[in-house]
């Protein structure tokens, strides 16, 4: 009860410091959908599912379903209804998007309390752990060297005011084979899994090459992104194992944390260029308001227009028209006033669900990500959910700025379980920690 509380409280400051930010500061981007056009009644319903939810939810956490359902909660869910209630569009559209996002989250976490057995990996199977491992670990550093090959001759570090130009440099420079697989895979996968496993099982090595994939990343494609998911990860990471206990606690501080420093950024005047405009950019535009406010873009905009009935991804091309002449992204981008100038890309709920059927499209896409989760605790044994819960939180960043689909196949979520499983050994800790923090107990 009292962790209860506590997260209580702390989303009470979280929704505090949110809105101090979009109206004080996040506003000025009304062309970006921040709109402020605020229902009393709207924002209250918001507040209220909000904290009602965080009450009624457990904070102890025991397989990695559980795990996921939670942080998308506070990644995705938490923010989108704050910013609904205040965007410019007629409140029965508002209050429509609110409620089904709301009883999204809660088909989501009805599929993932299925319970399930675990896939078992031993040596009856023909699978040699070591061999998969080194495989594994060939695999990764294959794809970094060809990443640098690629990027070679355009890479160095820019100062993070300094990255929008030359990404649109580098975008149409390098054009190498199946180099955004590349890129998504090393960023939302291979690193976040590196990363979370050295600092569990204190191999400084593995942290080592985690944090030099996402430099390489940022200095090949200017990926600020990259540089916030592997910081996130790394402090749930070391809180968790120092804590022995898996919990969502560590979440709700952290990103109160961090909207209380970009609150103070604001107060403080500094957010209006240089480090401190960057910052902004990051912690609260990128991270939390964008993609919540591009929920009630894609909304507004497939009310009068065809959805694409899932043709917007390559695979349903082959048996599907696509309705459109450009890319989802440019598309609603063209919609907001961009004439093709900005890529409008937006979470799984808005291009794998309103995008393809509307209101529909959120519960079918509820659906299927509860299926995938499902999916990942069929992978995973439960006591190596704690690593695993650390690795995942990138993925669902990428999640809440893309499609459900894209970040599982070019992002490699699809072989997020499977890489912990192999990469986690019995052997690697050397400090005789038990299995609920190292994963000692490994059936691989």
């Given at each position: 009860m009292k962790l209860r509380i506590v997260c209580l409280v702390l989303t009470a400051l979280y929704i505090t410091f949110f809105h101090y930010i979009y109206i004080t500061w996040g506003v000025r981007y009304w062309n970006l959908g921040l709109t402020f056009d605020p229902v009393l009644g709207l924002s209250f319903l918001g507040v209220f599912l909000s904290l009602i939810y965080v009450f009624l939810t457990s904070t102890s956490l025991k397989n990695i379903g559980a795990f996921i359902v939670e942080a998308h909660f506070i990644i995705i869910i938490l923010p989108a209804m704050l910013v609904l209630p205040m965007q410019d569009y007629p409140p029965k559209q508002r209050l429509t998007l609110m409620l089904s996002l709301f009883f999204g989250q809660l088909i989501l976490k009805a599929i993932s309390r299925l319970r399930i057995g675990t896939v078992t990996i031993t040596k009856d199977s023909n699978l040699n752990s070591k061999v998969m491992r080194n495989f594994v670990l060939g695999l990764t550093f294959a794809l970094l060297i060809y990443l640098i090959v690629a990027y070679f001759p355009y890479m160095k570090l820019h100062a993070l005011d300094d990255v929008h130009s030359y990404r649109a440099q580098v975008s149409q420079a390098v054009s190498a084979p199946l180099i955004g697989y590349v890129l998504g895979f090393l960023q939302i996968t291979a690193a976040p899994v590196l990363l979370s496993i050295g600092i569990f099982t204190r191999r400084r090595f593995l942290v080592a090459v985690a944090i030099a994939i996402s430099l390489i990343i940022y200095m090949a494609v200017g990926a600020k992104i990259a540089l916030a998911q592997i910081l996130l990860t790394m402090a749930f990471a070391v809180i968790t194992r120092q804590s022995k206990t898996l919990t969502i606690l560590p979440l709700y501080v952290m990103f109160t944390v961090l909207l209380a420093v970009n609150a103070i950024i604001i107060a403080l005047g500094a957010a209006e260029r240089g480090v401190g405009l960057e910052a902004s950019a990051v912690i609260f535009m990128r991270s939390f308001a964008l993609q919540s406010a591009q929920i009630g873009i894609y909304y507004d905009f497939f009310l009068e227009h065809v959805n694409t009935y899932y043709s917007h991804l390559n695979i349903f091309r082959l048996i599907l028209d696509y309705?459109?002449?450009?890319?989802?992204?440019?598309?609603?981008?063209?919609?907001?006033?961009?004439?093709?100038?900005?890529?409008?890309?937006?979470?799984?709920?808005?291009?794998?669900?309103?995008?393809?059927?509307?209101?529909?499209?959120?519960?079918?896409?509820?659906?299927?990500?509860?299926?995938?989760?499902?999916?990942?605790?069929?992978?995973?044994?439960?006591?190596?959910?704690?690593?695993?819960?650390?690795?995942?939180?990138?993925?669902?960043?990428?999640?809440?700025?893309?499609?459900?689909?894209?970040?599982?196949?070019?992002?490699?979520?699809?072989?997020?379980?499977?890489?912990?499983?192999?990469?986690?050994?019995?052997?690697?800790?050397?400090?005789?920690?038990?299995?609920?923090?190292?994963?000692?107990?490994?059936?691989?």
């Open positions: 309705p459109y002449q450009d890319s989802l992204g440019i598309t609603i981008g063209n919609f907001m006033g961009a004439g093709g100038k900005m890529n409008a890309n937006a979470g799984f709920w808005a291009t794998d669900g309103l995008a393809a059927a509307d209101i529909t499209g959120l519960f079918i896409i509820a659906v299927i990500f509860g299926v995938v989760i499902v999916y990942m605790k069929f992978l995973l044994p439960p006591s190596m959910t704690p690593v695993a819960a650390c690795a995942t939180l990138p993925f669902l960043m990428a999640c809440a700025n893309g499609s459900l689909f894209t970040n599982l196949l070019s992002g490699g979520g699809i072989f997020l379980m499977l890489w912990v499983r192999f990469l986690l050994k019995p052997s690697l800790s050397e400090n005789g920690d038990s299995a609920t923090t190292t994963g000692k107990t490994v059936d691989a």
